[in-house]
């Protein structure tokens, strides 16, 4: 196997601290709480999430992932929660990438950007790539109106995310029906920055601890 940078594992869905300290106790280089779920699951309260954020060391990335559009809303919910990292769902209004720099100094910004092949995903991800700091490339219906929600769980195809990849020039991360099962394969088609995974090693509602560990097993065996 060729060697590929240390990839990065996002544990997305996380619901409580005691899930946020499990999943970075086992190696999990950030982790990601919603305020809005899109793709079904619990949405968190602004004083949940910022238990959630406050119960990890600074040097995690803390993912607050959100649907809400408006600059100052995007602001205002950055600043209450104390989360380091906005992960937007959908585009936003199109000053709200320069008012959450400037309103919220130190956050980085990440788009979540559906793969759909031969919907303009490399053109959307190169027009973004200026005004964030990182892509999450995720799974999408194929079917106009072009949303998460029908594939919740399942991959995409990865060579559009590899092009994504080989166009940009910030942090690209994988997502989208990952497991333990396809990780490896995931990692060498697209060759990501990092891989964010939730279904996969969650059981019954809750972070399941063989899941992770069988998951972020295969992350070192990958990562040199």
């Known amino acids: 196997m060729d060697v ?42 602004e004083d949940e999430i910022g238990a959630i954020a406050g119960s990890v060391p600074p040097n995690i990335g803390t993912f607050l992932l959100t649907t809400r559009r408006a600059a100052t809303d995007l602001a205002e919910l950055a600043r209450n929660t104390g989360a380091n990292t906005i ?13 959450l720099r400037s309103a919220v100094p130190g956050l ?50 990865w060579r559009v ?25 995931a990692i060498r088609a697209v060759r990501p920055y990092g891989v964010e995974v939730c279904s996969g090693v969650r059981r019954n509602g809750s972070l399941n601890t063989q899941l992770l560990v069988q998951f972020l097993e295969v992350m070192e065996r990958i990562s040199p």
């Open 161 to 185: 995310s590899r092009r994504v990849v080989e166009a940009v020039d910030i942090p690209v991360i994988l997502s989208g029906g990952l497991t333990h099962h396809n990780v490896g394969d």
């Open 108 to 157: 980085s910004i990440v788009q979540s950007l559906p793969v759909v092949a031969g919907a303009g995903t490399l053109e959307s991800a190169l027009y973004l790539a200026s005004r964030v700091d990182a892509l999450v490339l995720d799974s999408a219906h194929r079917v106009p109106p072009i949303r998460w929600e029908q594939q919740h769980g399942q991959t995409h195809d």
């Open 4 to 45: 590929i940078h240390p990839v990065r594992v996002k544990v997305a869905c996380i619901r409580n601290p005691e899930e946020a300290r499990l999943a970075v106790s086992f190696g999990a280089a950030a982790i990601g709480m919603a305020a809005e779920c899109p793709g079904g699951g619990a949405d968190l309260t």
């Open 87 to 99: 992960q937007l769902w959908d585009e936003p209004e199109p000053d709200a990438y320069a008012h």
